[in-house]
């Protein structure tokens, strides 16, 4: 990439080959825009003149939220937001897909605090993907890849923090957390048995929750997720499925092949041009032409777009964005 970092000198990213694959992204889409920060995303977001926009602000992951600098890195709403202000302008619909991969990191640093404030953010992101898109052309899904294994326990009283400790004493006679996991880094012994805590640790945004087993990295669980979903075909989002399944959804209500019924004409309707249904037969008419956010791939445009954000996952189809 480039020599140093746009905003970190301290931070190069020299590939040994020489290649410098932002300037050729930027050589490959002339209307398209490299940015770097906050300020630049949102600008870039609202210039009708970019057709395509590429983000990069971190040098690896991007902040967590408790630790982000909102005046130059940008939150996951805020880029949900570029995004489907950039995508929106494509008549033939878009597919967004956006995931709080920040929620899982802290799990796995077992550091409670950080990921159920990723967790809201996440909320945030999908609140504002609501604003800004219509459910009777978009179909949103919001779902998870897997569980950890993080307990709520306790017995913890109605209005007390969810970051503090459980009523009472364990039985060796120590306080504990309302929140824990079974295992990862937080295991910790002293003097031969776990360390006893109290209210001012266990509220502390950096604070380590602790595990039964010690591991240094906490694991995933294996429990159904949850799969929630608003807009056209999300009756289809019922009940007990495997999680392939939810490929088959975005692709039936986006009419992606082999899913072609939404080429069909209504019952009693007489369609000017002839349509698709399943099997053999005349291939539906060529929707509106190539719009320069399309990739370059030719064919119909998609009846209703997919959006996809994950968070967990939020998965958008939509059509045009305000």
């Known amino acids: 990439m480039a020599s140093n970092y746009p905003d970190d000198a301290t931070q190069s990213g020299v590939r040994n080959d020489g290649r410098n694959l932002v300037q050729e992204w930027q050589e490959k889409h002339q209307n398209g825009r490299y940015v770097w920060n906050r300020t630049a995303l949102i600008q870039a977001s609202q210039d009708p003149s970019v057709t395509h926009l590429m983000g990069l602000f971190e040098p690896k992951d991007m902040k967590y939220?408790?630790?982000?600098?909102?005046?130059?890195e940008p939150s996951l709403m805020e880029m949900t937001e570029a995004a489907l202000r950039l995508l929106g302008r494509n008549p033939r619909g878009f597919y967004l897909?956006?995931?709080?991969?920040?929620?899982?990191?802290?799990?796995h640093e077992n550091r409670a605090n950080l990921a159920l404030t990723e967790a809201v953010s996440f909320d945030d992101a999908i609140d504002r993907a609501s604003q800004l898109t219509n459910d009777k052309d978009t179909l949103t899904l919001i779902t998870a890849d897997h569980s950890h294994v993080f307990t709520f326990g306790g017995y913890t009283l109605r209005g007390s923090s969810i970051f503090g400790l459980a009523p009472g004493e364990a039985s060796d006679g120590k306080a504990y957390t309302s929140l824990l996991y079974a295992n990862g880094p937080g295991f910790a012994l002293s003097g031969g048995s776990r360390p006893n805590v109290n209210e001012s640790q266990s509220t502390d945004p950096e604070y380590q929750q602790q595990t039964a087993v010690p591991l240094w990295s906490e694991t995933h669980g294996g429990e159904d997720v949850a799969v929630y979903a608003r807009g056209p075909q999300a009756h289809l989002v019922h009940g007990v499925q495997e999680q392939t399944f939810v490929a088959h959804v975005m692709a039936f209500a986006a009419c992606l092949e082999p899913y072609t019924a939404c080429g069909l004409a209504p019952p009693g309707s007489s369609p000017a041009s002839p349509t698709a249904g399943p099997g053999p037969g005349p291939r539906p008419t060529a929707g509106p032409g190539p719009h320069p956010t399309d990739a370059a791939h030719p064919g119909p445009a998609a009846g209703?777009?997919?959006?996809?954000l994950a968070g967990a996952l939020l998965l958008l189809l939509g059509a045009n964005v305000p």
């Open 97 to 107: 897909f956006v995931e709080g991969g920040r929620i899982d990191h802290g799990h």
């Open 304 to 308: 209703a777009s997919l959006t996809l």
């Open 65 to 72: 939220e408790a630790h982000r600098d909102p005046t130059q």
